[in-house]
């Protein structure tokens, strides 16, 4: 395979930087890649310790052009460059949010005519009431913007099992929703077809996510550590050999 060589701006990285500085860290940063068939590509992760989180929002306000309205709600907590597509993706964690503050955030985005069709798709993943809240109080989403002119990107994350329950309730809510869909999630029925009907405090499912941007279509989001053993005869949780990371991308509509 090729690995990328596009190496990070030096005034991002020094941004970044002055963003952790003088602050306890947790994890500091961490990087993440995704393999192909004839090629790699890498992407750096950074923590923005509570001190920074302002700074952050300026710095996500110069590149959206507009004041973030949630920020006392949605903190940012990590944000994330990928220097080959030449992106800053800015990560915040949010506690109860409600369907009107996802509408604010993509309002910023200027990605308010695809409210309904984000909120439809989740509707159908978990019915829940858009006058209330959304389906699970710990939830996150993502702004990622572009360095070269390219339409900016939101996701919208929930721990799947907060929001669908065990393993195996959150993959059949997956596979359910994949036949609604028409989506073609063969190979996920496959590798994740030892959890089936598994509960258990452990799960190997990660996130949930749906993501939209200006041009493209609204797509779905799932982690996965793939279970590397045989289906389990009592109910358990199952304990994989590799935490090899599964991650799906499928279009929400046929």
Known sequence: SQMSTVAPKPDVLDRLSILQA???LKYGAWIG??????SDRYKLYVEVPIAAASAADDWSAELSGMRHDLAQHARVEMIGYDPAARRIEFYRRGRNLSPVS???ALRRLRLDSRAEELFGLLQRAHRF???GRLPSGDCGYSESF???GAPTIFSFYFFARSMFGGDGRTRAAILRLAAECGWDLADYESISEPLAGVVGPVTWHGMFGLTVGSQSALAM???LVPPAVARPTERSTVLPSTLEASRLLCPASR
Request: charged share 20%.
């Open 129 to 131: 009431s858009l006058a």
């Open 102 to 104: 996802i509408r604010i």
């Open 221 to 223: 989001t799932l982690g």
């Open 22 to 24: 003088d602050s306890l």
């Open 33 to 38: 890649g995704r393999h192909a068939g004839n």
């Open 146 to 148: 572009s360095q070269e």
